[in-house]
């Protein structure tokens, strides 16, 4: 098993650019999640999903999008991309046990930049 | 205020000490308290958890307390050695919906000195 991969690992990106961030688990995790990463912020929810056609708002959610058309994947996507939004994100599945952190395996990240 | 608080925000201690971690948290219905660990670089992996029927978990060297009437839960690391250098994480899974959602704290930066 790969676990949970995304992809790219690096990326910069112009203010204003557009771009997916992917992520694939082969684990048949029906929990999925995004977070992004700030220096002394933690770990901040973006959006998640708990099953294919199911998708919903986490604590930062605006500027952008997911969908869950497979239970394998989960992409985000930056719609307008601004310099607020230079962070480190992760990609994250879990079984349907006790919500989205139970047992939840993490991406190895993308560390975005936006000039 | 913020959902969860986690102190200190940095930890230094000397190889063979015990590193103490805690969190508390606002929402009284949070019934599931992961920790995960991050090195430099790396993505968060989860290290251990406790739910909330439960008051002590242990683990080798690392342990976790829950404290649900005051709401606070501890992680402790016992002879503490360098490569448990790194970030710590809590989390309290807090519901939303349907759903359970996690909210994490700011972090520790665990420091071991050989």
């Known amino acids: 098993n790969a676990g949970v991969t995304q992809t790219p690992k690096f990326q910069v990106l112009k203010t204003g650019q557009s771009m997916t961030l992917q992520c694939a688990q082969d684990m048949n995790h029906e929990y999925m999640s995004w977070y992004r990463q700030d220096p002394g912020m933690g770990l901040r929810l973006i959006h998640y999903s708990v099953g294919a056609g199911i998708t919903d708002q986490g604590e930062v959610p605006n500027g952008y999008n997911v969908s869950r058309s497979t239970t394998e994947d989960f992409p985000l996507r930056l719609l307008s991309a601004a310099p607020s939004q230079t962070s480190v994100y992760f990609c994250?599945?879990?079984?349907?046990?006790?919500?989205?952190?139970?047992?939840?395996?993490f991406g190895q990240g993308t560390r975005l930049t936006v000039v | 205020g913020e959902n969860v608080e986690q102190h200190p925000s940095t930890l230094s201690v000397q190889e063979g000490d015990s590193a103490v971690i805690k969190c508390t948290y606002s929402?009284?219905?949070?019934?599931?308290f992961p920790w995960y660990k991050q090195e430099l670089g790396k993505r968060p992996q989860l290290i251990i958890d406790i739910r909330s029927n439960v008051g002590e978990k242990k683990d080798q060297r690392i342990a976790v307390t829950l404290n649900k009437t005051a709401k606070h839960f501890s992680l402790h690391i016992t002879e503490t050695q360098p490569e448990d250098s790194a970030v710590y994480f809590c989390?309290?899974?807090?519901?939303?919906?349907?759903?359970?959602?996690?909210?994490f704290g700011r972090g520790t930066s665990l420091i071991v000195h050989p």
């Open positions: 989390a309290a899974s807090i519901r939303s919906g349907g759903s359970y959602i996690p909210t």
């Open positions: 929402d009284s219905a949070s019934n599931y």
């Open positions: 994250a599945s879990s079984y349907r046990g006790q919500g989205l952190s139970e047992g939840a395996f």
